[in-house]
């Protein structure tokens, strides 16, 4: 049994429902190095988080959640992805990775949509999806913040000064 520490995570694997056949033949792995199903994060051995897939390259890693109805999606609340996208930032974080993203997988639904700030696929476009990943690192989410505030201000002195800080962030953790 393979088991991930993140600190203070410990991701072990559990049982895959034979509700998610349809999920894994239309997940994308062409990008990525590696793949887990099934995957439950623990925090002092209590579980607080399950993905049902958690997909890695060299420096990113996308965490998946699969609801094989619009009914099931329907029933996770914008507050719980908020969550499960908050452990995800701070498990890869803690697991190495530079980038992540989290998405929602829906059998069913017509089209793509957005959830608690987190990217809603429908079943059907997994095949194609290419993900779009962000920093785990909360300093360059607030950098990229301020760039964008001060390009809406034209303050291109402010924001060429700001895209010089990120370049050097970008090397040190690069």
């Given at each position: ?14 049982n895959t ?9 239309h ?62 930032k ?33 079943l ?18 607030y ?22 800080l ?9």
């Amino acid at each position: 049994m393979i088991e991930l520490s993140s600190d203070p995570y410990v991701l072990k694997p559990r049982n895959t429902p034979l509700t998610e056949a349809d999920f894994r033949l239309h997940l994308n792995i062409n990008w990525c190095r590696g793949v887990l199903f099934n995957v439950v994060a623990q925090k002092n051995s209590i579980a607080v988080v399950e993905y049902d897939a958690l997909l890695w390259s060299d420096d990113s890693v996308m965490f998946v959640e699969y609801k094989d109805s619009v009914a099931a999606y329907k029933d996770l609340s914008s507050r719980r992805v908020q969550q499960m996208n908050s452990f995800a930032k701070n498990i890869a974080r803690g697991l190495g990775y530079k980038n992540f993203t989290f998405i929602v997988v829906v059998k069913g639904l017509e089209e793509g949509t957005n959830k608690g700030g987190v990217q809603v696929l429908p079943l059907f476009e997994l095949g194609n999806f290419q993900p779009i990943f962000v920093s785990t690192l909360t300093e360059m989410e607030y950098l990229n913040k301020l760039m964008a505030k001060y390009t809406r201000e034209g303050k291109e002195d402010v924001v060429a000064e700001l895209c010089k800080l990120k370049k050097i962030f970008e090397m040190e953790i690069g």
